[in-house]
């Protein structure tokens, strides 16, 4: 898959490295006339060669050139030779060119710098570059000083590039700023303002992630967002791993959006779009992606994407998607699958991963993964390993896991953590956990903690808590919950709750209920439940009062199918009055399985004349263990004269108690006795 295309990619590097170099020689030898005519103030005309008109072809201005230059004009040849230095024609350019540098013309010995370094000639091409140069030529002061850094020589690389700046020169100034940046200079950055300023889009890229990388290292530390987001989610989120989410044993046991237009934008000033430096690093990246910088409409993409604007960020990533850059086809393909369009994700990720993107070939995985082409899935997980991405490794692990091959998934997790990968780390921790390997478990569950994996060190404290060493368990919850995970702060609330401190055990719980946990939700209710005074009597007619936070809270954890808090949100309706509202959360409590809710249930039909609906619930509730349910029948079965039946469940009462049941169920056993045996 790979061989047939090498021969053909390193002819292609080939022509590539040929056309950069002469776009390169072409961007200097074009600087050359405009440069120089506003430093001379004159511009070059040619006498009695006729007006020189907008319509004029090529062909009639060399003509034109042509005439004035043999009749001596030095400015005409050096026009011409200009010209044919440009159109690549090396002989016919260089006796115009010498001619006209004899006669004094700077941009002429700039000019046969350029010609002479063509030809393979570049100290006698520096010679001319400094003749030039020394005559205020600022394009010649430019040449001479990348002259001067190619052979190592910086302070005069830096002298020369520096007369190149300062007389506005934007190749220059950029130049000058590379070299300062190398050496970590902080004049740097004035001078890629400079070049940014005169349109230099490299420069206008290169300021942008400065000013960038700078801000975000002044308001969250290194790696916070920008270039690492900026990079196709490489650093935020198309970790394709994260988004296939791993199981985790021991918690349980739009078609594609128009191109971006290119409108030409100004540089920036303070206050235009986000505040500060933030907002002036996306100027210049928009910028520089207005004229057609690929990796900084790729930034660009990814700062509006984070921003909510999802709909010009794609405009973006599709213009740099467009122009090859194969992160941004990433990054594109994740925006159209969020946005519902999986068929048209799948062909931009297919255009990044077959350009060596393995984020790309991840996504790919999932896709096919979801879609239960494990085969496919496979192939593209490798690819995307073979691309240099660990995540690779990861999902392979997670793949043969789900399939039951724990061998191979064993062998993918542990490849995976020896490369970094904490969630792998943790993954193999579990697997070997699940195999009764506990002393190879735990290294890598810390490897993966300490890498920062926040089911890791929720998962050191299961093992700690059932080691019986509390104090190290509760660090490690302590630690995941500060990540917020939810199950950890659970498990920090009960231990606030138990040590009495409930100020902490609120905050935690509040933590774990806000983050979805009914047990931390119900927990939370009962913690506020126990603070509330005592409820009057309810007055027939009176108003019914709203709903307590506590209550809130119950009916949270209700929703999510907690049978306690489900009695416990009945036994609160029933209070305020609302006995049809009682009854259906005491009905769904019971249908789960809870006798409470059964008991409780079986009450209130019996309390509105259903007394045989009661008695189902309430032998669905004893024979669950639930004694005031026994009771309750062996009442209900001497009411009936069925004096065997009713001793039959005083038994069972004194059986399961509580005391005082047992005590109520022995006299009225006894009762039953009398009167049978009488």
Request: net charge negative.
């Amino acid at each position: 898959m790979v061989f047939m295309g090498d021969r053909a990619t390193l002819l292609e590097t080939g022509r590539f490295v040929q056309r950069h170099a002469r776009n390169a020689a072409d961007e200097i030898i074009e600087a050359v006339p405009a440069v120089d005519a506003a430093v001379d103030t004159t511009a070059r005309t040619v006498p009695d060669a006729g007006p020189d008109t907008e319509n004029e072809s090529d062909a009639e201005t060399e003509g034109r050139h042509r005439r004035a230059a043999e009749r001596g004009d030095t400015d005409a040849m050096s026009a011409l030779g200009a010209l044919l230095l440009r159109r690549g024609d090396l002989d016919g350019a260089e006796p115009f060119l010498r001619a006209a540098t004899a006669e004094g013309d700077r941009a002429a010995a700039n000019n046969l710098g350029v010609l002479l370094h063509q030809r393979g000639y570049p100290d006698e091409a520096a010679g001319w570059w400094r003749v030039a140069a020394v005559a205020g030529s600022a394009p010649a002061a430019h040449a001479l000083g990348r002259h001067h850094r190619e052979r190592g020589d910086e302070p005069a690389a830096e002298y020369w590039l520096r007369q190149a700046a300062e007389q506005g020169h934007a190749l220059g100034a950029y130049a000058l700023a590379d070299l300062l940046e190398h050496r970590s200079d902080v004049g740097a950055e004035r001078w890629l303002r400079a070049a940014a300023e005169q349109g230099h889009r490299e420069a206008a890229y290169r300021l942008a992630l400065a000013l960038e990388r700078r801000a975000t290292e002044t308001l969250r530390g290194p790696h916070a967002y920008g270039p690492a987001a900026a990079t196709g989610r490489a650093g935020h989120a198309y970790d394709t791993a994260g988004r296939l989410r791993a199981a985790d044993p021991l918690r349980a046991g739009e078609q594609p959006l128009p191109a971006a237009p290119r409108p030409e934008a100004a540089p920036p000033r303070p206050g235009d779009g986000a505040a500060g430096p933030l907002g002036e690093a996306e100027q210049w990246f928009r910028q520089a992606a207005a004229r057609g910088h690929r990796r900084a409409a790729l930034h660009l993409g990814a700062i509006l994407e984070q921003r909510g604007e999802l709909k010009e960020a794609g405009r973006w990533y599709l213009s740099s998607a467009k122009e090859g850059e194969a992160k941004a086809a990433c990054a594109l393909g994740f925006l159209l699958r969020d946005a519902g369009d999986e068929e048209s994700a799948a062909v931009w990720w297919l255009r990044a991963a077959q350009d060596g993107d393995g984020n790309a070939a991840n996504a790919l995985g999932a896709l096919h993964a979801a879609r239960g082409e494990q085969q496919t899935a496979e192939r593209w997980y490798r690819a995307a390993m073979d691309a240099g991405d660990v995540n690779g490794a990861y999902n392979l692990g997670l793949l043969c896991a789900a399939q039951d091959r724990l061998p191979q998934a064993e062998q993918w997790y542990r490849r995976a953590a020896y490369a970094g990968h904490r969630e792998a780390a943790n993954a193999l921790a579990v697997l070997l956990l699940q195999a009764g390997d506990a002393g190879g478990a735990e290294p890598w569950f810390s490897k993966a903690a300490e890498a920062g994996s926040v089911d890791a060190a929720f998962n050191l404290g299961i093992i700690h808590a059932g080691r019986d060493e509390d104090r190290s368990a509760l660090a490690w919850y302590e630690r995941a919950a500060a990540a917020g995970h939810t199950e950890a702060a659970l498990q920090v609330g009960i231990a606030a709750l138990r040590d009495g401190d409930e100020r902490t055990a609120e905050r935690h719980l509040r933590c774990a209920a806000g983050g979805g946990s009914p047990e931390a939700a119900f927990r939370l209710a009962t913690l506020l439940d126990a603070r509330r005074p005592e409820p009057g009597p309810v007055v027939l007619g009176a108003p019914v009062d709203q709903k307590t936070e506590c209550e809130e809270w119950y009916e949270r954890a209700a929703q999510q199918g907690h049978r306690r808090a489900q009695v416990r949100v009945g036994m609160l309706a029933a209070g305020r009055g609302d006995l049809a509202g009682a009854a259906r959360w005491y009905r769904e409590a019971a249908e789960a399985g809870s006798r409470n809710g059964a008991f409780n249930l079986g009450l209130l039909l019996a309390r509105e004349g259903s007394e045989r609906e009661a008695a189902l619930w309430w032998t669905r509730a004893a024979h669950a263990g639930h004694g005031r349910a026994a009771l309750r029948l062996a009442l209900l079965a001497a009411r009936r004269g069925e004096l065997s039946e009713g001793r039959k469940w005083c038994a069972r009462a004194v059986e399961l108690g509580p005391a005082e049941v047992a005590e109520r169920a022995a006299r009225l056993s006894e009762a039953l006795h009398q009167e049978l045996t009488a």
